[in-house]
């Protein structure tokens, strides 16, 4: 195991890590999004 391998596998488990947090990130984001929308419509009618 040469440092240069320990540091490509290193890479490739953060490459991983982002990519995983990114795709949730877009999940969460798609979900919030309607009852965000549905929120601002609430105050929106509120004023």
Do not use: F
């Amino acid at each position: 195991m040469t440092e240069l391998d320990r540091l490509g596998r290193s890479t490739g488990e953060a490459i991983v890590m982002m990519d995983e947090l990114i795709r949730r990130g877009v999940a969460l984001r798609v979900l919030a999004l309607p009852s965000l929308r549905a929120a601002w419509h609430l105050l929106a009618e509120q004023r």
